[in-house]
């Protein structure tokens, strides 16, 4: 049975993907920061199943930032695949803790492709990248040869993680792929997300839990995709025959008020009733023309994104619902 190894396993892509790698027969091991925090809940349902936890999913305990765990982990469990999903994704939040940020998504890809060169068995390495790499691009949209042009600090940590990867790639073969991942929501979103937070907060106005919902720019626009399709990228680009790098992304944009006017709808509500501007969710610095052009994607690997952005919208606004029911 091939064997794959996720960091960030416990996210919102690691969940997807490992229970897409579990029904293609493969066995999963995850890393998990040893934390005061247990939640798990993306994957408690494969945790309370006997025939899968503890036979074909396995977690570990490491951390990005400390490569003698990290190594020691690799070793034992040997893997043929590793996802490297983890780091600090939120781009708001990176403008606070920009030193954490650029250690955990700079520096820990770094050690990870250190160690992955050292191991005795080869294996192939996929590393998510960001469509926050390109910035405020000139061009629209994007493909694999568009500079990068970061304006976060979450940007930049990915910008250099990527071109590590690239240059680790050419410099000692190894078979490492850069997936640059344009924005990717469903209901496991993180709630500190723009997208969660509108669909939970519509749900929880609907329920009579909340009485309005503070944003900033909704004029903001987005390429968003559902996260189900781009982890099945993910597996697709280690299955292909040569390592590359690849957009995944819908190529179509939307706005923070498309999300609004749509996850409103689908409770019922007038969402001009409830929505207000409050200047504290205003960004430093915001990325434009952010679109991505997946045709590489399409052509090598056979990917298209089949979740339109109406039906992650409705379905996330659902799941608020259903959870708080």
Request: charged share 25%; with cysteine.
């Amino acid at each position: 049975m091939p064997r794959a190894l996720i960091t960030g396993i416990t996210g919102q892509d690691g969940s997807y993907l490992c229970e897409l790698l579990l029904s293609r027969d493969i066995e999963v091991h995850g890393l998990v920061r040893r934390t005061s925090s247990l939640d798990r809940s993306r994957l408690n349902h494969l945790f309370s199943d006997p025939a899968i936890y503890g036979r074909r999913l396995f977690l570990h305990y490491a951390d990005l930032d400390d490569p003698t765990t990290l190594r020691r982990v690799l070793l034992k469990v040997a893997p043929d695949q590793i996802y490297h999903l983890a780091g600090q994704s939120h781009v708001g939040l990176s403008f606070e803790i920009p030193e954490s940020t650029c250690e955990m998504t700079a520096m820990g890809t770094l050690r990870l492709l250190e160690i992955i060169r050292d191991l005795p068995k080869p294996v192939r390495l996929f590393h998510a990248s960001s469509s926050e790499i390109f910035g405020q691009p000139a061009i629209c949209p994007q493909d694999e040869n568009t500079p990068c042009a970061p304006v976060n600090p979450y940007g930049c940590a990915k910008a250099f993680a990527t071109q590590m990867v690239g240059v680790y790639r050419k410099a000692f073969g190894l078979f490492a792929c850069n997936g640059i991942m344009f924005n990717h929501e469903s209901p496991r979103r993180g709630e500190n997300f723009v997208t969660r937070k509108i669909c939970h907060a519509a749900a929880a106005i609907k329920r009579g839990l909340q009485k309005e919902l503070p944003l900033g720019d909704t004029s903001a626009r987005r390429d968003w995709g559902h996260a189900r399709d781009y982890v099945r990228g993910m597996m697709l680009a280690l299955e292909h025959d040569q390592p590359g790098d690849y957009i995944f992304a819908t190529g179509q944009l939307h706005s923070v008020q498309d999300v609004v006017e749509r996850a409103f709808a689908t409770v019922g509500l007038d969402w001009r009733e409830y929505v207000r501007l409050d200047p504290r969710f205003m960004r430093v610095a915001e990325p434009s023309n952010l679109a991505g052009n997946a045709a590489r994607a399409k052509q090598i690997l056979g990917w298209e994104p089949v979740i339109s952005f109406d039906e992650m919208i409705i379905e996330m606004t659902r799941a608020e619902l259903a959870a708080l029911a």
